[in-house]
């Protein structure tokens, strides 16, 4: 049965795929945006939702999120991942292949996605591994994870180290026009290496990660995609090095779009003083310079997505050495908040350009439906109280875990309505 028609009056309706930024209403009939204008009339069956005040915008979009399942699910589901994405303003994730078993099989890719639909959430799209058991070998069937609903192709939380394989997948995945999203890390650089390395890094006694070994791995996969023409997606960058480069790259033609994580641009390596476990990552915080240059990445367009690398974790794994503790934090219930304060609050970017970074480039970059409210569009939208003050308590996120850096963190802007598919999928009333 589909969602009754919904009506939402009076919004401020941000969509950049459009250049709208006007108070107007939105139509969403039959899962899909009917229209948009001044004054819309409502049947007497049309549920009206009252947007005063409000910032609609398409539904946000995170192309970079691991929702644990296959193998993993005492950190996260599908389910729980699906239910934070909503709760967060999400109504679209790409949930990473790297589980167990990884994501390299047409059956597993199948997997995932029933799995997102049946839990009626955020819409799920899985994306399947580069290589075979993500060791950096034997490609996967490229055409048979596509047709079997993959939308890239990518090892991450693993480097492909080969620079042929690489190449052999650039080149085989334009046959089926899938990007490639990759990890960059050269690992004998980085290998035994917890953290940045720094100043941060010696007075703690930890042993570093150099910004190089992410540079060196982005060059080179820079440079294979100019060779081959092949669809490049850098993940997670963190350096400024990478942000030059990829800055260079596109003014040279080279087809890449690339992400930029909240904790990227927001902290330093600082946040690891006292061994804080909830700030171990991959790739590691790095300098006050390096973040200054990944938001100035978001600013002129270079990091044209943000994507939250939601990596969750139980509290019993992070609680270990700093040595021993898993990488990665939770962040789709944080991101938007995180990304309004310290970029739109700040000066760094507009609200229309966030807008843009968290979904209509999104959306793009992976072929994905939505990114947009114009008409015919699906009828995901995202709608924002950006005047709401909020503290970050991570024993009311909605995922399964609770490991975050930005716990008691003040942060403005927070999603009060997530519709999916013309029905809604959150609501904070309703919560």
């Given at each position: 049965?589909?969602?009754?028609?919904?009506?939402?009056?009076?919004?401020?309706?941000?969509?950049?795929?459009?250049?709208?930024?006007?108070?107007?209403?939105?139509?969403?009939?039959?899962?899909?945006?009917?229209?948009?204008?001044?004054?819309?009339?409502?049947?007497?069956?049309?549920?009206?939702?009252?947007?005063?005040?409000?910032?609609?915008?398409?539904?946000?979009?995170?192309?970079?999120?691991?929702?644990?399942?296959?193998?993993?699910?005492?950190?996260?589901?599908i389910e729980s991942g699906a239910?934070?994405?909503?709760?967060?303003?999400?109504?679209?994730?790409?949930?990473?292949?790297?589980?167990?078993?990884?994501?390299?099989?047409?059956?597993?890719?199948?997997?995932?996605?029933?799995?997102?639909?049946?839990?009626?959430?955020?819409?799920?799209?899985?994306?399947?591994?580069?290589?075979?058991?993500?060791?950096?070998?034997?490609?996967?069937?490229?055409?048979?994870?596509?047709?079997?609903?993959?939308?890239?192709?990518?090892?991450?939380?693993?480097?492909?180290?080969?620079?042929?394989?690489?190449?052999?997948?650039?080149?085989?995945?334009?046959?089926?026009?899938?990007?490639?999203?990759?990890?960059?890390?050269?690992?004998?650089?980085?290998?035994?290496?917890?953290?940045n390395e720094g100043i941060v890094?010696?007075?703690?006694?930890?042993?570093?990660?150099?910004?190089?070994?992410?540079?060196?791995?982005?060059?080179?996969?820079?440079?294979?995609?100019?060779?081959?023409?092949?669809?490049?997606?850098?993940?997670?960058?963190?350096?400024?090095?990478?942000?030059?480069?990829?800055?260079?790259?596109?003014?040279?033609?080279?087809?890449?779009?690339?992400?930029?994580?909240?904790?990227?641009?927001?902290?330093?390596?600082?946040?690891?003083?006292?061994?804080?476990?909830?700030?171990k990552m991959n790739p590691p915080?790095?300098?006050?310079?390096?973040?200054?240059?990944?938001?100035?990445?978001?600013?002129?367009?270079?990091?044209?997505?943000?994507?939250?690398?939601?990596?969750?974790?139980?509290?019993?794994?992070?609680?270990?050495?700093?040595?021993?503790?898993?990488?990665?934090?939770?962040?789709?219930?944080?991101?938007?908040?995180?990304?309004?304060?310290?970029?739109?609050?700040?000066?760094?970017?507009?609200?229309?350009?966030?807008?843009?970074?968290?979904?209509?480039?999104?959306?793009?970059?992976?072929?994905?439906?939505?990114?947009?409210?114009?008409?015919?569009?699906?009828?995901?939208?995202?709608?924002?109280?950006?005047?709401?003050?909020?503290?970050?308590?991570?024993?009311?996120?909605?995922?399964?875990?609770?490991?975050?850096?930005?716990?008691?963190?003040?942060?403005?802007?927070?999603?009060?309505?997530?519709?999916?598919?013309?029905?809604?999928?959150?609501?904070?009333?309703?919560?």
């Amino acid at each position: 049965m589909s969602a009754r028609p919904v009506l939402i009056r009076g919004g401020r309706v941000v969509d950049p795929s459009q250049g709208m930024d006007a108070v107007v209403d939105v139509l969403l009939v039959d899962g899909i945006v009917a229209r948009i204008g001044e004054g819309l009339d409502a049947s007497a069956e049309t549920e009206v939702f009252d947007a005063s005040g409000l910032v609609v915008t398409p539904g946000l979009v995170d192309v970079h999120v691991h929702l644990r399942e296959p193998g993993g699910e005492h950190k996260e589901t599908i389910e729980s991942g699906a239910r934070a994405a909503v709760a967060g303003g999400f109504t679209s994730v790409v949930a990473m292949p790297n589980t167990d078993p990884p994501i390299d099989s047409p059956a597993t890719v199948g997997y995932v996605l029933a799995a997102g639909l049946r839990a009626g959430l955020a819409r799920v799209y899985p994306s399947g591994c580069i290589t075979l058991g993500q060791k950096g070998e034997q490609l996967t069937e490229f055409g048979e994870l596509a047709a079997a609903g993959a939308v890239c192709v990518t090892d991450d939380g693993r480097p492909v180290s080969s620079a042929g394989v690489m190449r052999m997948a650039l080149e085989y995945a334009l046959t089926f026009d899938l990007p490639v999203a990759v990890h960059c890390e050269e690992l004998t650089l980085s290998r035994g290496g917890t953290m940045n390395e720094g100043i941060v890094a010696t007075r703690l006694g930890l042993t570093g990660v150099p910004n190089a070994s992410e540079d060196v791995m982005i060059a080179r996969d820079l440079l294979l995609a100019q060779l081959t023409g092949g669809r490049l997606h850098v993940q997670h960058v963190a350096t400024r090095g990478g942000v030059e480069m990829i800055r260079a790259a596109k003014a040279r033609g080279v087809r890449v779009t690339a992400e930029a994580s909240p904790h990227h641009f927001s902290l330093t390596d600082e946040a690891v003083e006292w061994y804080r476990t909830d700030a171990k990552m991959n790739p590691p915080l790095r300098s006050a310079a390096d973040r200054d240059a990944v938001r100035e990445g978001v600013r002129d367009g270079t990091l044209d997505v943000i994507a939250t690398d939601h990596a969750p974790h139980h509290y019993d794994e992070k609680e270990q050495a700093f040595e021993d503790a898993p990488n990665g934090i939770v962040g789709l219930e944080t991101s938007f908040g995180v990304a309004f304060t310290e970029l739109v609050e700040k000066g760094v970017i507009d609200l229309a350009t966030l807008v843009d970074r968290m979904s209509c480039t999104p959306a793009r970059a992976l072929g994905l439906p939505g990114g947009t409210l114009r008409a015919g569009a699906p009828a995901d939208v995202t709608v924002i109280d950006t005047r709401a003050e909020w503290t970050v308590d991570a024993a009311k996120f909605v995922s399964l875990s609770r490991n975050t850096p930005f716990a008691g963190w003040t942060l403005h802007g927070r999603a009060v309505r997530t519709i999916v598919g013309g029905a809604t999928a959150w609501s904070a009333e309703a919560r």
